[in-house]
């Protein structure tokens, strides 16, 4: 399991958990971190760049400490 | 409000455009107004000063026309010959109270030259034999002519004739002198135009000791050290407030000159002054005019409150519609397209761009809607998505 997968599923609990609108909140996730999370899977390899962008993104939209 | 949207500069630019709107309009409003009352002003001075010469020539006319009358009575001219003051003052003396009714307060019989002394005063009979010295006194002896114009004596500022009286055989046999105080003409004039007047006495010209003795007489304050260059001789307010002239009376040009226009509460005035001349050419005083123009005041502040009115509600109505309008056919339509792009991203591959029309931003959307076809397109090429 990669980093980045975890922080994937930490977004999608929180989203299913408060009832947001998933593509428009992934949608807005992904803009910001440049990542599309559909993309990211458990062997996604981790890029330290790229989880401490998703890590922000997830802490702008959803204002959640992954 | 946030400074980086389109929107928010859009409206701070037509705010700034209504504000200019409104500033500009009262800008030419104040202007108008400054030209206008400097219009009125120019002609309040002119206007006085033609009613003041009409006023002049007038009683010069009324009064040549009196003593006209008065040198042609063979007895009046025989007692004047004779030198018989008794007989003259109970001829004249009776006559003197309608003449004063009709504004004629100066009244004298001269002797011939070279005495020329004060053979009557009809105003002041027990005071006679005195020597004036006047301009008028040295012109008329010398061209034996009658003489008109304004003269400053102890008596007063007054507008003059002065003309010879001929005996039975042609010989000067002294001269008669009629007058009267210049003071009196601002009350006919204030009653004729509304307007207020000062009168004002070069003080160059008057004698301190005379004005402080003519101010016991006539039981009014002795006003001498109210100003540096000048006495107010008389005025047709009861308080000195509206002589607002710092000047010298004699540097006052012969057309006159408007001095200020200013606020009193409510009303709005202006002030002028043109100079008065005796007979020799002398200015040796000058006439205040002090016109209300609150009429026209109130006429162009409510004429600039209906313009920037109209100023307002017309911008309002302009940024209203132009914020509409750029809200239809440009914001709805890029906030359309950043749902659609955050959408597709998020994983709603079939959201799509709705091409409204094909005006510039309308080739946008049909570009945009182009590249999410293939990026759609690229993605169902992924392996992490064939996967799924």
Not at chain 2, 224 to 237: G, R
Not at chain 2, 275 to 292: L, W, Y
Request: charged letters at 25%; aromatic letters at 8%; hydrophobic letters at 45%.
């Amino acid at each position: 399991m990669s980093q980045l997968y975890d922080l994937r599923v930490l977004i999608e609990n929180k989203i299913k958990t408060d009832g947001l609108d998933a593509m428009e909140v992934k949608g807005k996730i992904g803009l910001r971190s440049g990542r599309i999370l559909a993309l990211i899977s458990p062997s996604t390899p981790d890029d330290p760049d790229a989880v401490a962008k998703l890590r922000q993104a997830a802490k702008d939209v959803l204002n959640i400490n992954a | 409000m946030k400074w980086n949207l389109i929107r928010t500069k859009v409206l701070v630019a037509l705010a700034a455009c209504l504000v200019l709107g409104v500033g500009g309009i009262l800008a030419l409003m104040y202007y108008s107004f400054v030209r206008n009352s400097q219009a009125l002003a120019a002609e309040s001075v002119t206007g006085a000063q033609k009613l003041f010469t009409i006023l002049e020539a007038r009683e010069i006319s009324k009064m040549t026309a009196v003593s006209e009358t008065l040198i042609m009575n063979p007895e009046v001219r025989d007692a004047f010959a004779a030198k018989d003051r008794s007989r003259l003052l109970e001829l004249t003396a009776p006559l003197y109270p309608r003449l004063k009714s009709q504004g004629i307060t100066n009244w004298m019989f001269h002797t011939p030259e070279p005495d020329m002394a004060v053979f009557l005063r009809l105003h002041n009979p027990a005071k006679f034999g005195d020597h004036l010295n006047r301009f008028m006194d040295k012109e008329v002896a010398r061209t034996h002519a009658m003489v008109t114009g304004n003269e400053l004596a102890k008596a007063g500022f007054a507008v003059r004739i002065l003309r010879p009286v001929y005996d039975a055989r042609g010989g000067v046999t002294g001269y008669v002198e009629l007058g009267e105080e210049i003071g009196q003409f601002i009350h006919t004039m204030k009653n004729q135009t509304g307007d207020d007047y000062g009168l004002l006495l070069s003080k160059k010209f008057v004698d301190r000791q005379f004005w402080a003795d003519s101010s016991a007489v006539w039981k009014r304050r002795d006003n001498w050290d109210d100003n540096p260059n000048f006495v107010v001789a008389d005025k047709t307010t009861p308080t000195d407030n509206i002589i607002q002239f710092q000047g010298e009376v004699a540097a006052v040009p012969d057309q006159g000159k408007v001095l200020q226009w200013f606020h009193e509460g409510d009303s709005a005035f202006v002030r002028g002054i043109f100079p008065i001349r005796d007979a020799a050419g002398n200015t040796v005083g000058a006439m205040f005019v002090v016109r209300d123009i609150s009429s026209l005041y109130m006429a162009m502040r409510h004429t600039r409150n209906v313009l920037v009115l109209v100023t307002v509600v017309a911008l309002a109505l302009g940024i209203f519609l132009v914020l509409t309008l750029l809200n239809r056919l440009i914001f709805r339509r890029l906030e359309h397209i950043i749902v659609v792009a955050t959408r597709v991203v998020g994983g709603d591959y079939e959201s799509e761009i709705r091409v409204e029309s094909d005006d510039e931003v309308g080739q946008f959307e049909q570009l945009f809607e182009q590249f999410r076809r293939v990026f759609v397109d690229l993605l169902a090429h992924v392996p992490e998505f064939q996967e799924k």
